[in-house]
């Protein structure tokens, strides 16, 4: 599961970070980091999620994803969810392995990704791990410092780090890694602000858009009453011919009702030239 935050937009990146119940291990093996790896590398696989850092602790994870389509809390859900099952029937325990929600936060500015994969990279030195952290085999930072993908082959590099040897002089440098964090962000106020009075536009839109669908449907149910026709079976009728010419008809009577070609579209499960090509 994932702490809900505010702010959750597609195209955006996000630092993530799930710790163990109550602060317990989630690995004690090498075998069960490599198991976690495995359900994550093939999740990936099956969604348009992409990842560009990662590092396996001892009780805690921590990642940057970038969201596409497929919702992160989901993601989330399915990857925490496949390993439990795997740990509670390895080593006979029930209940929760996660410590309830992830931590979400969005990285307002692309600017902010090298020192946070900087900072998660030497978290393994940091809690003594190992002695380097660019030697630590379960995080990313081989991929970028060797290009090599040992555990996960689904990781992708950030642009500021695919230049030659990019990598290597940015972690050299011994300047204090500083993260801006706001709320549920990585960035400032400011930007926080901005992003999230967009957000708001966007969810109205979206309110607004289910509204709409509602009244479409509320006048289809009323004109397919009229006429004594069964809802579902008239939505099910997309290739029957059945209905095609009470269908343009119907069509017709909702876009005189004010509706658009792609509400009615949406509600049959049509495209919007479908739709135009019954009504003509």
């Known amino acids: 599961m994932s702490k809900r935050v505010r702010i959750l937009l597609n195209g955006y990146y996000y630092y993530v970070k799930c710790k163990g119940q109550r602060n317990n291990p989630l690995f004690f093996s090498k075998w069960d980091r490599e198991k976690f790896c495995s359900i994550l590398d093939k999740l990936i696989e099956e969604t348009d999620m992409e990842l560009y850092a990662y590092c396996l602790l001892v009780k805690e994870n921590h990642f940057i994803f970038k969201i596409n389509k497929y919702p992160l809390y989901k993601f989330l859900h399915r990857l925490n969810t496949s390993f439990a099952l795997y740990f509670n029937k390895k080593y006979g325990t029930v209940g929760h392995v996660f ?4 931590e979400l936060y969005i990285v307002l500015k692309e600017s902010y990704l090298a020192n946070l994969i900087k900072h998660i990279h030497v978290l393994p030195q940091k809690e003594g791990i190992v002695k380097n952290y660019a030697h630590y085999e379960y995080s990313s930072a081989i991929f970028y410092g060797k290009n090599e993908t040992k555990h996960i082959s689904n ?7 695919q230049k030659k040897d990019a990598y290597k002089k940015f ?3 011994k300047d204090i890694i500083f993260i801006p964090k706001y709320k549920d962000a990585i960035g400032y106020r400011e930007s926080y602000i901005k992003i ?3 957000n708001e536009r966007r969810k109205a839109a979206y309110h607004e858009k289910r509204e709409q669908e509602k009244h479409v449907k509320t006048a289809l149910l009323k004109i ?4 004594k026709i069964n ?3 008239f939505i099910k009728s997309k290739y029957s011919k059945k209905y095609k010419i009470i269908k343009r008809e119907i069509f017709r009577k909702l876009i005189e009702m004010g509706f658009k070609n792609s509400q009615i579209a949406k509600i049959m499960g049509y495209n919007k030239s479908t739709v135009g090509r019954i009504i003509k």
Do not use: A, V, Y
Not at 99 to 102: A, D, F, L, T
Not at 155 to 161: A, N, Q, R, V
Not at 224 to 227: M, R, S, T, Y
């Open 196 to 198: 999230e009075k967009r």
């Open 171 to 173: 972690m050299g440098t």
């Open 155 to 161: 990781l992708k590099s950030i642009l500021e780090f």
């Open 224 to 227: 397919l009453k009229e006429k």
């Open 231 to 233: 809802f579902d079976e």
């Open 99 to 102: 410590n309830g929600r992830c």
